[in-house]
């Protein structure tokens, strides 16, 4: 990361409540064409995520991502400097301030942050936190978990600020995705809101984000090569074991999809 920390753009997308398996099934079924021509080997890592919801995840995202399944320790991609770090190495881009987006706009980069779920709404202190941390953001009910069509509205948000921003400042991007967190029953033709969410359904919306998902790739990688990082914060229950929905300790929260790899201009 010391050697692409200042010449390449960065980008982090959290598919917000995604789930591993889910994630995994359609990449092997052949049903994510643009995440396939990205994932090492066209598989998702399995990860175990820092936190089992949205505000808990993200805040440990921007110090510490998700971590591999295998015995470690494993070197991480970027830190705060914390005396004692066993997962710190040579390699680790390393950072005196407490978060990722404090660091890069230290060392240039213009960070901006586009919400999704209400974390991120800016519409009180709490959902102010995480964007406060950026020195751009933006939400809107568009790009909210209510929305159809919450993944092209932050497309093209996305699309305004590499345009509106000069060409030779790096830029810092971070896209919490809001389509597969609920309500996402309307992701899948023919189902009701009486039927509700289910498997079936977040797996529809998984395969709407990927449908979009090259249009964010061509804007974030059309001025340099753009190192990027997509994972899930946290999965979500459908009925296992009887839980429904996430800030549990379960295994289809706590394991997530994830995946490091570089875009470069012209590929998209």
Known sequence: MNEVVGRHDLLMVTLDTLRYDVAAELAAAGRLANLARMLPGGRWEARHTPGSFTYAAHTAFLAVLPTPQAPGPHPRLFAARFGGSESTASRTWVFDEPDLPS??????????????????????????????????????????????????????????????????RRLFLLVNVAALHQPNWFHRPGATAAEGDTRETHAA???????????????VSSRRPCFAIVTSDHGTAYGEDGYTGHRIGHEVVWTVPYAQF??????W
């Open 103 to 168: 660091g890069l706009a230290r060392a240039g980069y213009h960070t901006a942050c586009i919400g999704g779920v209400g974390f991120f709404n800016k519409q009180g202190a709490l959902g102010s936190v995480l964007p406060g941390l950026f020195a751009e953001s933006h939400w809107d009910p568009g790009m909210g978990v209510a929305s159809p069509t919450s993944f092209e509205a932050q497309i093209a948000c996305a699309e305004r600020v590499v345009a509106a921003l000069d060409p030779d």
């Open 205 to 219: 919306a998984l395969e709407y984000v990927d449908r979009h998902l090259g249009r964010l790739f061509r804007a």
């Open 262 to 267: 570089t875009l470069y201009p012209g590929d």
